[in-house]
């Protein structure tokens, strides 16, 4: 129990350690984003967009995963059929209302490859990196360390990666951005994006490992969040920021493919 504790208190004050030099060495913040008309509308739609994410994950933890568990036996199916499911909310919807609500292009929500910041997009690329090879190694990982097929995997960048950081980086902390400032966003976006998690943290940790488990991990995924969403602000592009996060979540699995 003391040995657990002390590799949680090791693992959240290296994750501090790297929010940190990134904040402070890697790279420069550019200049906040032109600021709403309308703060107020942008507030409340992002808090709005917030709820919908944290209800869908207690629908997907208690009751849509372990259906599709039951249901579809391959991985790489699983994972497909789930493409157009999560793409309702979590790339339509918030496309419509910020297309049509705000007038927004594919350069106000990150979708274009032109990076500010190279260092910034180093700094992801290895962080991403150190995180998936410590719980690879460590076998200490929020998500399942499980050998999945090149199917899954491929599906998962799009499924997890991409939709997470879309919605959270690319619509709820620009949408903050313009209304409140560029720090408050990311401070506010990261809270979000672990409050998103805790369902399932609690079924994956709590009765196995106990509360202390649940709530640093819940702040890990918080301090992940601020880090993707330094990442995002740096180089003013979702990409570097999804590939940190696919290999963040997904290398362990690559690596039990590969290596075993």
């Known amino acids: 129990m003391k040995s657990d504790l002390l590799w949680r208190v090791g693992l959240l004050a290296t994750a501090g350690l790297f929010l940190w030099i990134l904040h402070r060495y890697v790279g420069a913040y550019p200049p906040a984003l032109p600021r709403s008309k309308h703060p ?9 967009l917030a709820g919908i994410a944290i209800s ?31 793409s309702i909310p979590y790339l339509l919807l918030p496309v419509w209302l910020v297309t049509r609500k705000m007038k927004w292009g594919a350069a106000d929500i990150g979708l274009l490859f032109a990076n500010q910041s190279w260092d910034a997009t180093i700094f992801a690329i290895v962080f991403g990196l150190a995180s998936g090879c410590v719980a690879y190694f460590t076998g200490q990982s929020n998500i399942s360390i499980q ?19 879309f919605y959270h980086r690319g619509v709820i902390q620009s949408l903050f951005e313009r209304a409140i400032g560029q720090r408050k966003a990311i401070l506010w976006g990261g809270i979000l994006f672990g409050l998103t998690h805790i369902t399932l943290d609690l079924s994956a940790l709590l009765e196995t490992e106990g509360f202390i488990a649940v709530f640093s991990a819940l702040v890990l995924q ?11 602000v740096k180089t003013r592009s979702l990409w570097p920021g999804i590939v940190c996060h696919y290999l963040a979540n997904w290398l362990p699995s690559i690596l039990v493919a590969g290596l075993g």
Do not use: C, H
């Open 56 to 86: 869908l994950s207690v629908l997907k933890v208690l009751w849509i995963s372990p259906w599709l568990v039951r249901a579809i036996s391959d991985p790489s199916l699983r994972e497909l059929v789930q493409v157009p499911l999560w």
């Open 222 to 232: 918080t301090m992940a969040g601020w880090i993707f969403g330094i990442i995002y």
């Open 147 to 165: 050998m999945l097929p090149l199917g899954a995997l491929l599906v998962l960048f799009y499924n997890n990666a991409f939709l997470e950081e």
């Open 40 to 48: 107020s509308a942008n507030v409340r739609m992002a808090l709005s």
